[in-house]
């Protein structure tokens, strides 16, 4: 993979986890342990498989889900250039 493709990602994951750990530390360990438990992955692996981040996070905040998914939006607004990534995962994550 190529370093800006990797930049990109890595900034993409941390934006994500910034707004989890933000929320909650222990929602964050907890998000962290169930991707582990039900899918062997952690939140790096969620970039390509969004959906399990879906579920978890759906399991995890419940009513806030929707809450937190704008907050990651706000968060992955300081990112350019990385539009079609963003309108991928956004796609899995409100379906």
Not at 26 to 37: I, M
Not at 40 to 49: A, L, P, R, S
Not at 63 to 90: H, R, T
Request: charged share 30%.
């Amino acid at each position: 993979m190529d370093s800006i493709k990797e930049q990109n990602k890595l900034a993409f994951i941390g934006c994500i986890e910034v707004v989890i750990m933000r929320r909650n530390g222990a929602n964050y360990h907890l998000v962290v342990a169930k991707l582990n438990t039900l899918y062997n992955c952690t939140i790096m692996d969620c970039y390509e498989n969004p959906e399990y981040l879906r579920a978890v996070l759906k399991e995890v905040y419940k009513e806030d889900y929707n809450s937190i998914i704008e907050d990651i939006k706000l968060e992955l607004d300081y990112l350019v250039d990385i539009e079609e990534q963003k309108a991928k995962f956004f796609k899995v994550m409100e379906s």
